[in-house]
């Protein structure tokens, strides 16, 4: 197994772009997180996914932020009108459920830059 | 809500000096704690965790004990490497089948030889 995968690494866009994220987890993993870093701060969480159902989303999550896991696979995280606020480094994390379901891994990150 | 606090960094040491990185935290329950280390340009990967109170996580030289009495999960190793080098992220989760976790802001470690 390749460990989390994130796509592209590295995003720069101009303020109201929409941009999209990717991430493929661990493939015997049915759990799927997301999580923004801003510099000097620690992840905060955005949204989880057991297999493709979304069962939770932060107050951080605005209206421009959409996440999907179609098939309960891979996981997509988009952000509409983007705006400078929004640079950050998006993680996707993957765990099992269950017992162990707290244990996070994560990919390498997705850094948005937006001008 | 839940909330975990970190000493603030950085912290720079000496090769084989000992290291004490503090964690306390804010939850209802009892949380599962866990640190978090991050390589420079790599993910976030486990280092150790520990369940419930009185309960020490180890790995690669690092130990952390729950202190349920202090709300602590302080970070220490005896003797530091260079290679050990990155930031430490101190994080709980409600229960082990929790699906979120909360994180500290992160301590950069720097160790000189």
């Known amino acids: 197994d390749t460990g989390v995968s994130q796509d592209p690494r590295h995003k720069i866009t101009k303020r109201g772009q929409n941009v999209t994220f990717r991430c493929d987890p661990i493939s015997e993993h049915n759990r799927l997180y997301w999580y923004r870093q801003t510099l000097g701060q620690g992840p905060e969480f955005l949204t989880y996914f057991q297999n493709e159902a979304q069962l939770e989303k932060s107050r951080l999550l605005s209206d421009r932020f959409s996440a999907e896991r179609p098939k309960g696979s891979f996981s997509t995280l988009e952000i509409q009108r983007t705006e400078q606020g929004d640079s950050a480094m998006y993680l996707c994390?993957?765990?099992?459920?269950?017992?162990?379901?707290?244990?996070?891994?994560f990919g390498a990150g997705s850094r948005l830059t937006v001008l | 809500g839940n909330s975990v606090t970190q000493m603030e960094g950085p912290v720079t040491l000496s090769e084989e000096a000992f290291l004490t990185i503090n964690c306390t935290y804010t939850?209802?329950?009892?949380?599962?704690l866990f640190w978090y280390v991050q390589y420079p340009g790599e993910g976030l990967q486990l280092l150790l965790k520990?369940?419930?109170?009185?309960d020490k996580g180890s790995n690669k030289g690092f130990e952390a004990t729950y202190r349920k009495e202090t709300t602590s999960f302080h970070l220490e190793k005896g003797s530091v490497q260079v290679s050990d080098s990155a930031v430490y992220f101190c994080a709980l989760s409600e229960n082990t089948n929790a699906g979120k976790s909360t994180f500290g802001d992160g301590t950069t470690l720097t160790v000189k030889p």
């Open positions: 994390a993957s765990s099992p459920s269950g017992a162990g379901a707290n244990v996070l891994t």
């Open positions: 939850a209802t329950g009892y949380p599962s």
């Open positions: 520990a369940t419930k109170a009185d």
